[in-house]
C-alpha cells in the first residue's frame, strides 16, 4: 500500500494559478489510479479529477473542465492537479487518493478511493 502526501496548496488571488502535487511512497511498483477531491467544512467531499494508472484517461469534473487538468509522473510516483483562473469558490481542502487498478479505467466516487492523503488548503481571494 502507498502513502499518499499532498503540497503545493496556499492563498492566491482571483485569477491565479496552482499546482498541487499528490507524491506517492511504499508501495510504489503497484499500478493506482488516482483522484483528487475537495472539501469545504460543512460541505459534501467533491470530486475534481482523476487519472487512470497508466496516465492515459485523465477525467476532470465539469466545473474543473477547461481550468483543471490532471497529469503523472510515475517515474516520481507522483499526480499533479494543474489549476489556472482560479475563483473564491474553488478555496476548500484538496485531498488526493489511490486505488490499486491496472486497467484504464478512473475512479470519479470517493467510496472507490481507499487511500487517502491529509489534504492541501487551497484559498482564493476575491
Known amino acids: 500500500q502507498v502513502q499518499l502526501v499532498e503540497s503545493g496548496g496556499g492563498l492566491v488571488q482571483a485569477g491565479d494559478s496552482l499546482r498541487l502535487s499528490c507524491a506517492a511512497s511504499g508501495d510504489t511498483d503497484s499500478m493506482y489510479a488516482m483522484g483528487w477531491f475537495r472539501q469545504v467544512p460543512g460541505k459534501e467531499q467533491k470530486f475534481v479529477a482523476a487519472i487512470s494508472g497508466n496516465g492515459r484517461r485523465p477525467y476532470v469534473a465539469e466545473f474543473g473542465k477547461g481550468r483543471f487538468t490532471i497529469s503523472r509522473d510515475n517515474a516520481k510516483n507522483t499526480v499533479y492537479l494543474q489549476m489556472s483562473s482560479l475563483k473564491p469558490e474553488d478555496t476548500a481542502v484538496y485531498i488526493c487518493?489511490?486505488?490499486?487498478?491496472?486497467?484504464?479505467?478512473?475512479?470519479?466516487?470517493?467510496?472507490?478511493?481507499?487511500?487517502w492523503g491529509q489534504g492541501t488548503q487551497v484559498t482564493v481571494s476575491a
Open positions: 487518493a489511490a486505488r490499486e487498478a491496472y486497467s484504464g479505467s478512473v475512479y470519479t466516487t470517493n467510496n472507490e478511493y481507499p487511500i
